[in-house]
């Protein structure tokens, strides 16, 4: 049985951008199977969605708090949202 769809949205302050955290989040979101989109935002942070089991949501967000090797995270905003039905995951 397939646990319910949920989704996140998240913004990551710190030093999160030219670290690869938009390409690292669309890698792990896909071995995950989980659908959405990471863009680096005018203010210097990085906006991310995440829809897909609440498990492999919840994974994507933790690993937001801390970013991939080379960021600086202080600060991991979280907003759930009601799911879309996105397909796929986007760097853009």
């Known amino acids: 049985m397939r646990s319910p769809i949920v989704r996140q949205r998240v913004i990551v302050h710190g030093r999160v951008q030219g670290v690869w955290f938009r390409g690292t989040t669309r890698e792990r979101a896909l071995a995950l199977g989980v659908a959405g989109w990471a863009c680096n935002r005018p203010d210097g942070t990085l906006e991310a969605v995440f829809e897909g089991e609440a498990e ?3 994974r994507l967000v933790s690993f937001c708090e801390t970013g991939p090797r080379g960021a600086a995270v202080t600060r991991a ?5 009601q799911p879309e039905g996105l397909a796929g995951f986007e760097a853009r």
């Open 77 to 81: 905003e979280r907003f759930e949202e």
């Open 56 to 58: 492999a949501v919840e």
